[in-house]
């Protein structure tokens, strides 16, 4: 079934907002059937925390700008949202400073998000951890996570640097997918 791989979702907090980043664990470079079904999958989650999602499908390309066998990939899974008719708004590819940036956004009227993005799905593992571990070190952000999405039970993992803040925070995200489920 579209949308119930198995990924890892990084939470950050700063200034004020929520982003989700996707795939931050599971898929080193995603086929573009895995990256919709990523799209899916973190939008469900998102939703289910709370928030409206809006997806951005990042690369290091703007609709097109530069093209790249990379961008490829990502409008191709935009191709398979379209088919898919998915309840939720995304578009890309998009470089990450344009899903973030409502006035960067105007630049492209034909941009389908409303807003700026509060979900990165991001090209590759790779790109997806710089990205969250820039953000923790430079960037003043909370990171959450990687929480893990669609496996068969509540797991969650920490990083080697975890401090007790970041164990009891995905021990309560733990319990509260079990106490969901």
């Known amino acids: 079934k579209p949308g119930c791989r198995i990924f890892g979702m990084t939470i950050m907090l700063s200034r004020g907002r929520t982003v989700f980043i996707a795939d931050t664990t599971i898929h080193e470079t995603p086929t573009a059937e895995e990256?919709?079904?990523?799209?899916?999958?973190?939008a469900a989650r998102v939703r289910q925390m709370g928030h409206e999602p809006r997806v951005a499908l990042v690369s290091y390309s703007t609709f097109g700008s530069p093209m790249g066998p990379d961008t490829a990939r990502v409008r191709d899974a935009v191709r398979l949202l379209d088919a898919r008719?998915?309840?939720f708004e995304y578009?890309?590819?998009?470089?990450?400073?344009v899903a973030l940036d409502s006035e960067l956004m105007k630049v492209?009227?034909?941009?389908?998000?409303?807003?700026?993005?509060?979900?990165?799905?991001?090209p590759g593992q790779h790109s997806a951890n710089v990205a969250y571990k820039l953000m923790d070190k430079l960037g003043g952000a909370t990171v959450i996570g990687p929480m893990m999405i669609g496996?068969?039970?509540?797991v969650q993992?920490?990083?080697l640097d975890a401090n007790v803040s970041d164990l009891v925070t995905m021990a309560v995200l733990a319990v509260h997918e079990s106490l969901r489920r």
């Not at 941009?111 to 509060?118: E, H, M, T, V, Y």
């Not at 496996?151 to 509540?154: R, Y």
């Open 85 to 87: 008719d998915v309840d």
């Open 108 to 122: 492209y009227p034909f941009c389908r998000l409303s807003g700026p993005a509060n979900i990165l799905v991001m």
């Open 91 to 97: 578009d890309g590819d998009l470089g990450a400073n």
């Open 35 to 42: 990256l919709a079904d990523v799209a899916v999958g973190a």
């Open 151 to 154: 496996l068969d039970a509540p």
């Open 157 to 159: 993992i920490v990083h």
